[in-house]
């Protein structure tokens, strides 16, 4: 074992963390892995490897992530939801991150039929969402199925929504055009992806770093498994998961980006938003003082200033725009 791999192992994981880890991995292996394991490899500083059952996660997620490198190794190139999707007919939108982009799908929808779910404005934090039609929705007609309603006939079955649990680990919902007009519409193919087409699952698993079918997830104290790697997270904001440089999966450069509550500066832009892209008034008075030639202070402490062209950003313990 090189003294720089040593070295470089102290610097992500720190020096009392490293010097646990060692005891039980190679220090070759764990530069090798960690970065594939977690999202950002400093972020393990988070865990507490002097308790032993920190310990014996650790061993647990490594020796399941060599297992499932191994199978991959095994088995042919899969198909991606997408083509097994088209090969029984449907268009998937993977693309559904805002209440906007949900919205859309609502024109598909009898007016009386529509969704409850397109009243809920935080569905996209609190769910991962996804979109199926059919390539021929045009050419199946509500009028045609009057009074013969069945949750899995044709109508019923194309234009359906999937609602994914935060984690990954299940499905919620699978969600008909039909609403309540039949039973248990939420339950269209007993909300299980197979039942649309086989293999379905794995891909899904595979596509979007989800754990669907698999109930042995090692879990540490905030931290969240997501495509496929994990995430530190130190508040959660309508259900999005906030860590000091990423949101829900997503990292922002601290060069160029602040995170602090469920807010987002550009710094290059010195612009700012909502994560989940809503108007709020704060983000508007903020924007408007910084065309009027404003000036932003960030800081994690106290300061007092009275000058009105000056914007202070006083940051928590858990916020920070270093790396």
Not at 173 to 191: E, G, L, M, W
């Amino acid at each position: 074992m090189k003294n720089n791999t040593i070295k470089k192992l102290k610097k992500i994981a720190g020096e009392k963390n490293a010097q646990k880890l060692l005891l039980y991995f190679s220090g070759d292996f764990l530069d090798e892995n960690l970065e594939k394991v977690f999202a950002i490899p400093k972020e393990i500083r988070n865990i507490d490897f002097s308790k032993e059952e920190n310990i014996q996660k650790i061993k647990k997620v490594f020796s399941k992530f060599e297992e499932t490198e191994k199978r991959k190794e095994k088995k042919e190139p899969q198909k991606t939801a997408k083509e097994l999707l088209d090969e029984v007919g449907y268009i998937l939108d993977d693309k559904i991150k805002t209440y906007k982009d949900y919205l859309k799908y609502k024109k598909y929808y009898k007016e009386g039929e529509e969704l409850c779910k397109f009243n809920d404005k935080n569905r996209c934090n609190n769910y991962h969402i996804f979109w199926i039609i059919k390539k021929d929705i045009d050419k199946i007609k509500r009028e045609d199925f009057i009074g013969k309603e069945e949750r899995q006939d044709k109508y019923g079955t194309s234009c359906c929504s999937i609602s994914i649990s935060k984690n990954g680990k299940s499905i919620s919902q699978i969600c008909n055009r039909y609403n309540h007009k039949v039973s248990a519409p939420d339950n269209t193919f007993n909300s299980n992806l197979e039942n649309i087409a086989v293999g379905l699952t794995e891909a899904f698993n595979h596509d979007y770093g989800f754990s669907l079918g698999d109930n042995s997830i090692v879990e540490f104290d905030n931290f969240y498994f997501l495509n496929g790697k994990y995430w530190h997270y130190n508040r959660e904001i309508n259900g999005k998961k906030y860590g000091k440089t990423t949101i829900d999966g997503k990292i922002y450069d601290p060069d160029n980006f602040l995170l602090f509550d469920n807010f987002i500066i550009d710094l290059k832009k010195k612009t700012i938003k909502t994560a989940d892209g809503e108007e709020d008034a704060f983000t508007d008075i903020f924007n408007k003082k910084i065309k009027n030639g404003a000036k932003i202070i960030i800081s994690n402490n106290d300061i007092e200033d009275d000058d009105n062209n000056i914007i202070i950003v006083k940051l928590k313990n858990n916020e920070t725009n270093t790396k």
